[in-house]
């Protein structure tokens, strides 16, 4: 019997990432929280050990749930675009007024204004997802800079500001997966 030795290197939770999967329009944000992500590993990796190393190594997680956030929310976003342009929203656009103008009937005016309705939900979700994502990314770049200052801070102060720090990426984590079941539920 053949045994296997068990790599000690957790696989890396990032792994599944593959910016170049994702349309131009959205590559930036998840690139800046990778690289946040990869900023946050050599601070940490450039302590001694001791308990800010400890309690940094225990925030990694939080930081690449907040990473995982941007990827599958930039993803879902990027779907969102891919289905409307299938469904052509200029046409249905111009189908709508053409049947107003014409003098179409109430069923065919109220079926394309109920399918122009849902396009433009589409729309709007994913635009308030263009806007959010960056924000929400620089406030995870916010985070990791908060950390490297830790590394400066006198020992009396430092625990206080981890826990603060600590809550700061959990609510970020949280508006992420919100962001991102929002536009799961617009796809």
Do not use: C
Request: net charge negative.
């Amino acid at each position: 019997m053949v045994f296997r030795r068990r790599s000690s290197t957790p696989p890396d939770p990032l792994a599944a990432i593959e910016v170049g999967r994702l349309p131009a329009d959205y590559r930036a944000p998840v690139v800046d929280a990778v690289r946040a992500r990869t900023q946050f590993g050599e601070l940490v990796a450039g302590l001694h050990d001791g308990p800010l190393r400890e309690r940094l190594q225990e925030l990694a997680a939080r930081v690449d749930s907040g990473v995982l956030a941007v990827w599958h929310t930039a993803t879902r976003a990027a779907e969102i675009d891919r289905v409307t342009a299938t469904l052509d929203v200029e046409r249905v656009t111009a189908e709508l007024k053409q049947a107003r103008r014409s003098g179409a009937a109430d069923e065919v005016v109220v079926a394309l204004q109920e399918r122009f309705a849902s396009m433009q939900r589409l729309l709007n979700g994913r635009d308030a997802q263009r806007e959010r994502l960056p924000v929400l990314e620089a406030r995870l770049a916010t985070a990791v800079a908060r950390a490297a200052e830790l590394v400066l801070m006198s020992p009396a102060t430092v625990s206080a500001e981890i826990d603060a720090l600590a809550g700061d990426l959990d609510r970020l984590v949280v508006e992420l997966d919100a962001l991102g079941a929002a536009t799961s539920e617009l796809g």
